[in-house]
């Protein structure tokens, strides 16, 4: 049975960093795609970083150079690093795992399959 669970979120200031962890049990991350969702309350849920079953990366606009999405060396664990955080960035984030190799969509939500139950960030101005 495929687990998803997220940590590291917290409470940070504008411009501070934040890790979040990934582990998914039940799957390869060189199987499957994987990927980092956040939704603020009242929005939609949107891509924010994913990586394919190749290592190609793919970025939202809103943090590109920002955020670096990235594996353990045993495709167990999911990271994403989160610099210069902004308040607007504040959102609950999921984990989320793919069944397909390459994604056509890589930041679109219904691509993903399994999900973890989130981790929330906030940011303060």
């Known amino acids: 049975q495929v687990q998803v669970a997220e940590s590291g979120g917290g409470l940070v200031q504008a411009g501070g960093s934040l890790r979040l962890s990934c582990i998914v049990s039940?799957?390869?991350?060189?199987?499957?795609?994987m990927g980092w969702f956040r939704q603020a309350p009242g929005k939609e849920r949107e891509g924010v970083a994913t990586?394919?079953?190749?290592?190609?990366?793919t970025y939202a606009d809103s943090v590109k150079g920002r955020f670096t999405i990235s594996q353990d060396n045993a495709k167990t664990t999911l990271y994403l690093q989160m610099n210069s955080l902004k308040p607007e960035d504040t959102a609950m984030y999921y984990c989320?795992?793919?069944?397909?190799?390459?994604?056509?969509?890589?930041?679109?939500?219904?691509?993903?399959?399994?999900w973890g139950q989130g981790t929330q960030v906030t940011v303060s101005s």
């Open positions: 989320a795992a793919s069944v397909g190799w390459v994604p056509l969509v890589p930041l679109q939500r219904t691509e993903y399959n399994y």
């Open positions: 039940g799957l390869t991350f060189d199987d499957y795609a």
């Open positions: 990586v394919d079953g190749n290592g190609v990366t």
